[in-house]
């Protein structure tokens, strides 16, 4: 269990200086939330106050007055005075730039922080972490011959055999490119599932957090927006300015189901319905998260026939939502019932053209369509 | 080639600026750490009474050494006092007077090295369960090493070379205070000393250019690992 209520203001030489703060830049953070997720993301654009969070949660940045417990035990409350040292904190932290000591070999660096905190608890052995995050070639390399994602994955395993009881992640992908993002995601996740550690996860990607977390603390402006489930807070309409705006989307908890071994395609059953997507190498029964984004959901009246769109479910519109200009978005409730409760909300993006033609008001019944190519891999979020 | 008393004009230069160098190493350290990564009312003027022996005339600085630190000086009669050290006249306090003149170049050096130091690779050793100590010593000093050594060596080639607050504080004492700089000094009052004076400039040319040289090869091996390391990036 995190429970978080930090208050920072920013009053620097810089900012004092500058005779008035640049836009965008930020007065103070605030912010208070609890969780007792396992991964717990802090999401928002840049500059909306989550990196300072976690730097105060980690005791990096003295907060003004707050509160920082974690499983029951203090490590900050100005009311009593109480502010534990860092070092003493049992906080791991993997930071954007990777941040490997360049004068220690990746050994070195790997056992900097074990050495320093023995017998606290059991914690993950050094082979075990060294083999799932795939390192041992690197142990005899000095850390600056590395590349981005090499030292990554050794910031993962410098931090995990510091055998933390709280993992902190700053935008841990930010710094590589497309194919190593995914790469270390997925060891991510393996930590998340064998290391038994609690991780909170900063980052500014929609697909990531909605990959990775099961809480999310929604943050713009240096305060917290929303505080809740992954589902619930990226579905959440009167949320999506901050969520989404130009990347609208639903998130479905689904269950792999059958693979279709001749066409290499998989299907994922959800309260609702079905969907075929790629063939992924996952489990039978494994729990997955899928995103779908809002422009790759298309809306019908009638059931359409010879088609090649995979995926056609029934529901009906739930409500138009309507801020004017070309597009509008349509949510709709999947499955063929009436019933109010129950079932998955999809989004759909259309034009305002189509909304009329198909005179679409809430309550009517449609056809969903959406692709079977059109799901991400990469942003299928896979739990055991 | 060498007369005897040059040999020990050379040893006790040698003494005085290693003695000196061996003094303010640490303090010049803590200034220079106080200086990079602290911030404090009056850290302007701290900085500048730390730069202060660059600019003043040295005579002045052996003076001021003189008032506080000879027979009569409050700091001389307490160190005496306590702990049996006694500067004036001595080739102690020739160590001292070198060890402030050369103390500005030695806090420079340092302080740039440790500035180079990426403060957040303190943190990640903080968050590994490191003291503020620890990180210092397994980090920071060890990145800032060549910067370190270079301060060093720069002082102790400056030591070698101080003249000016040296006679001033410790007057010119052949066996006890005459270095180097000093015993030419002394040869060019008498009308035989030409080929001493050669000798002993042949000498002190010597000293310093082993000492540039062995700091341009520390910051020379230094950028080459840094070079290393970027290429071994790409």
Same mark, same amino acid.
């Given at each position: 269990?995190?429970?978080?209520?930090?208050?920072?203001?920013?009053?620097?030489?810089?900012?004092?200086?500058?005779?008035?703060?640049?836009?965008?830049?930020?007065?103070?953070?605030?912010?208070?939330?609890?969780?007792?997720?396992?991964?717990?993301?802090?999401?928002?654009?840049?500059?909306?106050?989550?990196?300072?969070?976690?730097?105060?949660?980690?005791?990096?940045?003295?907060?003004?007055?707050?509160?920082?417990?974690?499983?029951?035990?203090?490590?900050?409350?100005?009311?009593?005075?109480?502010?534990?040292?860092?070092?003493?904190?049992?906080?791991?932290?993997?930071?954007?730039?990777?941040?490997?000591?360049?004068?220690?070999?990746?050994?070195?660096?790997?056992?900097?922080?074990?050495?320093?905190?023995?017998?606290?608890?059991?914690?993950?052995?050094?082979?075990?972490?060294?083999?799932?995050?795939?390192?041992?070639?690197?142990?005899?390399?000095?850390?600056?011959?590395?590349?981005?994602?090499?030292?990554?994955?050794?910031?993962?395993?410098?931090?995990?055999?510091?055998?933390?009881?709280?993992?902190?992640?700053?935008?841990?992908?930010?710094?590589?490119?497309?194919?190593?993002?995914?790469?270390?995601?997925?060891?991510?996740?393996?930590?998340?599932?064998?290391?038994?550690?609690?991780?909170?996860?900063?980052?500014?990607?929609?697909?990531?957090?909605?990959?990775?977390?099961?809480?999310?603390?929604?943050?713009?402006?240096?305060?917290?927006?929303?505080?809740?489930?992954?589902?619930?807070?990226?579905?959440?309409?009167?949320?999506?300015?901050?969520?989404?705006?130009?990347?609208?989307?639903?998130?479905?908890?689904?269950?792999?189901?059958?693979?279709?071994?001749?066409?290499?395609?998989?299907?994922?059953?959800?309260?609702?319905?079905?969907?075929?997507?790629?063939?992924?190498?996952?489990?039978?029964?494994?729990?997955?998260?899928?995103?779908?984004?809002?422009?790759?959901?298309?809306?019908?009246?009638?059931?359409?026939?010879?088609?090649?769109?995979?995926?056609?479910?029934?529901?009906?519109?739930?409500?138009?939502?309507?801020?004017?200009?070309?597009?509008?978005?349509?949510?709709?409730?999947?499955?063929?019932?009436?019933?109010?409760?129950?079932?998955?909300?999809?989004?759909?993006?259309?034009?305002?053209?189509?909304?009329?033609?198909?005179?679409?008001?809430?309550?009517?019944?449609?056809?969903?369509?959406?692709?079977?190519?059109?799901?991400?891999?990469?942003?299928?979020?896979?739990?055991? | 080639?060498?007369?005897?008393?040059?040999?020990?004009?050379?040893?006790?230069?040698?003494?005085?600026?290693?003695?000196?160098?061996?003094?303010?190493?640490?303090?010049?350290?803590?200034?220079?750490?106080?200086?990079?990564?602290?911030?404090?009312?009056?850290?302007?003027?701290?900085?500048?009474?730390?730069?202060?022996?660059?600019?003043?005339?040295?005579?002045?600085?052996?003076?001021?050494?003189?008032?506080?630190?000879?027979?009569?000086?409050?700091?001389?009669?307490?160190?005496?006092?306590?702990?049996?050290?006694?500067?004036?006249?001595?080739?102690?306090?020739?160590? %001292? /007077? @070198?060890?402030?003149?050369?103390?500005?170049?030695?806090? =420079? !050096?340092? #302080?740039?090295? +440790?500035? *180079?130091?990426?403060?957040?690779?303190?943190?990640?050793?903080?968050?590994?369960?490191?003291?503020?100590?620890?990180?210092?010593?397994?980090?920071?000093?060890?990145?800032?090493?060549?910067?370190?050594?270079?301060?060093?060596?720069?002082?102790?080639?400056?030591?070698?070379?101080?003249?000016?607050?040296?006679?001033?504080?410790?007057?010119?004492?052949?066996?006890?205070?005459?270095?180097?700089?000093?015993?030419?000094?002394?040869?060019?009052?008498?009308?035989?000393?030409?080929?001493?004076?050669?000798?002993?400039?042949?000498?002190?040319?010597?000293?310093? %250019? /082993? @000492?540039?040289?062995?700091?341009?090869?520390?910051?020379? =091996? !230094?950028? #080459?690992?840094? +070079?290393? *390391?970027?290429?071994?990036?790409?």
């Amino acid at each position: 269990m995190i429970e978080i209520d930090l208050c920072k203001r920013f009053t620097s030489a810089r900012n004092h200086w500058a005779s008035a703060s640049r836009q965008g830049e930020l007065n103070g953070v605030e912010a208070r939330f609890s969780s007792a997720a396992r991964v717990l993301a802090l999401f928002g654009r840049s500059g909306s106050g989550k990196s300072t969070v976690v730097n105060m949660i980690a005791g990096l940045v003295a907060p003004e007055r707050g509160r920082v417990v974690i499983d029951g035990e203090t490590l900050f409350d100005s009311e009593c005075g109480i502010n534990v040292p860092v070092e003493q904190r049992g906080v791991g932290y993997v930071f954007q730039e990777g941040l490997l000591f360049p004068h220690l070999s990746v050994r070195q660096n790997l056992q900097f922080g074990a050495a320093r905190r023995g017998g606290a608890s059991a914690g993950v052995p050094f082979d075990q972490v060294v083999s799932l995050l795939g390192i041992e070639p690197l142990l005899g390399r000095s850390a600056p011959t590395l590349s981005g994602g090499e030292k990554q994955r050794v910031a993962i395993g410098r931090a995990l055999l510091s055998r933390p009881r709280l993992l902190l992640m700053d935008e841990p992908l930010a710094a590589l490119d497309t194919g190593r993002r995914s790469e270390i995601l997925r060891l991510i996740e393996r930590v998340r599932d064998e290391c038994n550690v609690r991780i909170v996860y900063v980052s500014h990607s929609i697909g990531e957090v909605s990959r990775l977390a099961d809480d999310v603390v929604l943050m713009n402006e240096g305060a917290v927006i929303a505080c809740g489930g992954t589902e619930e807070i990226f579905n959440r309409s009167d949320l999506r300015p901050y969520t989404g705006r130009f990347e609208g989307g639903a998130l479905i908890e689904a269950r792999a189901v059958r693979h279709d071994a001749r066409y290499f395609l998989t299907t994922f059953a959800f309260d609702g319905g079905e969907l075929i997507a790629p063939g992924v190498e996952t489990a039978i029964g494994a729990r997955v998260r899928i995103r779908i984004r809002a422009r790759d959901v298309t809306l019908a009246t009638t059931r359409p026939q010879g088609i090649s769109v995979r995926n056609v479910i029934e529901g009906r519109v739930a409500a138009v939502e309507d801020r004017g200009g070309a597009i509008v978005e349509v949510r709709v409730r999947l499955g063929a019932s009436e019933s109010e409760h129950g079932g998955r909300e999809l989004l759909s993006r259309i034009s305002r053209q189509a909304l009329d033609e198909m005179q679409l008001v809430a309550g009517q019944p449609v056809f969903v369509l959406i692709k079977a190519i059109a799901f991400d891999k990469r942003s299928m979020g896979f739990t055991t | 080639m060498l007369s005897k008393e040059e040999i020990e004009i050379i040893a006790l230069s040698l003494k005085v600026a290693f003695a000196s160098v061996v003094l303010s190493a640490p303090i010049a350290l803590a200034c220079a750490l106080l200086l990079a990564r602290t911030t404090f009312p009056g850290k302007t003027l701290f900085d500048a009474i730390v730069h202060l022996p660059l600019v003043l005339p040295p005579v002045v600085i052996g003076y001021f050494l003189l008032v506080v630190f000879g027979k009569q000086g409050a700091g001389g009669a307490w160190l005496h006092d306590w702990f049996g050290v006694s500067f004036a006249f001595r080739w102690t306090g020739a160590a %001292l /007077a @070198a060890a402030v003149m050369g103390f500005p170049l030695m806090v =420079r !050096a340092m #302080r740039l090295s +440790l500035e *180079a130091v990426p403060p957040k690779l303190e943190w990640a050793a903080r968050t590994l369960g490191a003291s503020r100590l620890r990180t210092f010593l397994s980090v920071t000093l060890p990145l800032a090493l060549p910067g370190v050594a270079v301060g060093v060596l720069l002082a102790f080639a400056r030591s070698l070379g101080e003249f000016g607050a040296t006679i001033t504080f410790v007057s010119n004492i052949p066996g006890e205070t005459q270095t180097l700089p000093l015993a030419i000094y002394s040869l060019t009052q008498s009308p035989s000393g030409d080929a001493a004076i050669l000798r002993l400039c042949a000498v002190s040319v010597l000293l310093s %250019l /082993a @000492a540039l040289a062995g700091s341009e090869w520390i910051n020379r =091996r !230094a950028r #080459r690992r840094a +070079l290393g *390391a970027d290429e071994g990036a790409r």
